[in-house]
């Protein structure tokens, strides 16, 4: 008998001893009751040289020689990158798919990184680790991600002889859902780590330059990264996002998020006021009484008809979800509404399409995140519902939806159209390095020309526009997109004076 086989035979040995003491009886009454005393004899022989046998800690010692490692059993510990890497200082590189979670998850894994020792990079060729940070909601993200896997271990193998120790990581929903085919099927990854493992990432990396495949992708109850400050500062912009919460336990029936992110919890009160503290000087008050919170809701609908909203398992009505909007409306006037649409959901008829293109003419929304279903393994769709809208119907009612989205945004963003409006510079627009982009108080892009602009309406001296700025631009021209103008003055969210001497001078 190799060892093995001895594991296995320990092994059920212990489960029905298990069994027995759980229903109050006991291990040796078990062999006692269906043997005869030369069997007996027997068992106290086999639990002698048991006892004398290897432990369970030799197990463990003789599966060490296994390329691929499981971490999920291991509790979180500080570890630092073994001393054949430290040469040279590690950097990481992130690439983030997906929805605003992720950017707030690459965010949080940063940010243990960098206390265990790394430094980041955002080109590609000096990266001595590239991470990527996945999405699973679509069969159109996980597509991308796997042409782009394909891509970085092509390139890992064409630097091998310069940078010998490039490690290539997946981390997020795809990593735990595709961990097999990630790890020991396509073997195009050295590192999986799952939404709820980014504390393990420092130690699933040491693993992998001692060469082994590291993974943890265990889903956690608990797990908040309260304790985890994310690190925000970056070269790309001047706003973040602040999680509340994790998982999601609404189960819909077309959504996979449940199953990649876990159950629903929160983040503990105190943690939240403490991130914020560290993005603005002030602390949080109410929407109406601060300028320095943005008057922008995101409000997803997923479909305006209530009989595929139920066979969704969203939980609300057509007629809920508009009162929603009038509440919010009144709460906070000239709000501006975002949305997610899924089209051709299972069931869906063509009066249903109807529905969902008059809640988008009825609300207005300044902008929306629209797509055509794709059924996606494990959720209650998929085992309960039939994907019966062919993919040609499902085609067309995305373009109409698109088509009436653009409408009505144009209308929202056109009744704008001589106002003043204040505005976060966010950098160069991305289609002209002449032009400047920002964002306004209802979060809807605004885009000017590059100038230099007065700091004080009755002094001449011009400064010039950098990212982070506030400035006053007046809007000449709008469409579904965005806003245009051109900027007047340098402001900022606490100065009304300079912004009502502006507002009075019709000449302006």
Known sequence: MNISSSFRLCRFTFRKCLSRRLQGDTCDRYYCSKSSSTDQTRVVQLKNKLACGPSFQDFIKSSTSDKSYDACNYEYEEYHIPECTTARSQKVYFETYGCQMNVSDTEIAWSILQKAGYSRTHELPEADVVLLVTCSVREKAEQTIWNRLKHLTALKKRSQKHKPLLKIGVLGCMAERLKTKLLEQEKLVDVLAGPDAYRHLPRLLSLAYGGQRASNVLLSLEETYADVMPVHQTPEGHSAFVSIMRGCDNMCSY????????????????????????????????????RNICKQIHLPAQSSSSRVLHAMRRGYTREAYLDLVENIREIIPGVSLSSDFITGFCGETEEDHQQTLSLVREVGYNVGFLFAYSMRKKTHAYHRLQDDVLAPVKQRRLEELISVFREEATKVNMALLGSTQLVLVEGESKRSSEELCGRNDGNVKVVFPKTDLPVQPEKPQMVPITPGDYVLVKITS????????HALIHSSLNDRRTSEHLLSKQTI
Do not use: K
């Not at 959504?255 to 603005?280: D, K, Q």
């Open 255 to 290: 959504c996979i998020v449940p199953f990649t992110r876990g159950r629903e919890r929160s983040r503990p009160l105190s943690s939240i006021l403490e991130e914020v503290r560290m993005l603005s000087d002030q602390v949080l008050q109410l929407i109406q009484e601060r």
């Open 478 to 485: 709008a469409n579904s997109q965005c806003l245009r103008g």
